[in-house]
């Protein structure tokens, strides 16, 4: 058994052992099962397993995955195709991870296996500045692969946290062809600031407006002056009437 502190104290029975790790508020831990007799160590099992997760975190975070894509062409793939396919292989690439390219064969098509490596041939020739061949083209039953991978000058970029701008970017300060140097008294000048501007000081209140004029008054409108009255003619003198006892004269 080893103690707490390290220390080898020897073969003690198990009951022993236990009642030991209880005073000292810990664990007995089988480290070796294999040995004879067993190895134990009385530790904070607790503490043991966290420390021993952290280190592989740690570990795992300075390790990189190489994954294999596979991207599928036919012997007959067209141009708009093939030019969409080879920028998906250079994006894998750059990631620093393997491709797998296979050429299917449909039909009559197996006759002539001499398409597919001209297919493949061009495919080495559009990403031969960053891919190198790790795997002759070869035959599976009605398909034919070939195994490609990055160059050793090829980096992977990081995988998290923004870019720091270029000197192209529109957040990226640059100074004019004519501005004057910074003297050695002069602060540096701060990093570009990337989200919208700081909130300003409210506009001072614009000028009141002049009174608008007095509407103009009407313009006299122009009257009929009035008509002189027409002397109406005179009433004819009435006829005097016949007396009803006058009778005309003539025969009776």
Known sequence: MIGADGSQVGIVPTH?????????????????????????????????????????KASRKHQSTIVLKEIKLRPKTDEHDFAFKVKHIRRFLSEGNKCKLVVVFRG????H????????????????????????????????????GPRGGVIRP???????PGPGTP?????GPGAPAPGPGAPAPGPA???????????????TAPAAAPAPAPAPTATAAPKPATPSPPAAPA???????AKPLGKS
């Open 16 to 56: 022993e052992a236990l009642r030991m790790a209880e005073e000292l508020g810990l664990e007995l831990v089988e480290v070796n099962p294999r040995a004879a007799p067993p190895v134990c160590k009385i530790m904070d099992f607790g503490k043991f397993k966290y420390e021993t997760s952290k280190k592989e």
């Open 108 to 111: 009559r098509e197996i006759v």
């Open 113 to 148: 296996p001499e398409m597919g490596q001209a297919m493949l041939d061009q495919v080495i020739k559009a990403v031969n500045d960053i891919a190198m061949v790790e795997q002759r083209a070869m035959m599976e039953g009605r398909r034919m692969v070939m195994t490609i």
């Open 158 to 164: 990081p995988l998290g946290g923004p870019a720091a």
């Open 171 to 175: 957040g990226a300060p640059s100074a």
């Open 193 to 207: 600031r990337l989200g919208p501007p700081p909130a300003t000081a409210a506009a001072p209140a614009a000028a």
């Open 239 to 245: 006829k005097p009437s016949a007396p009803e006892s």
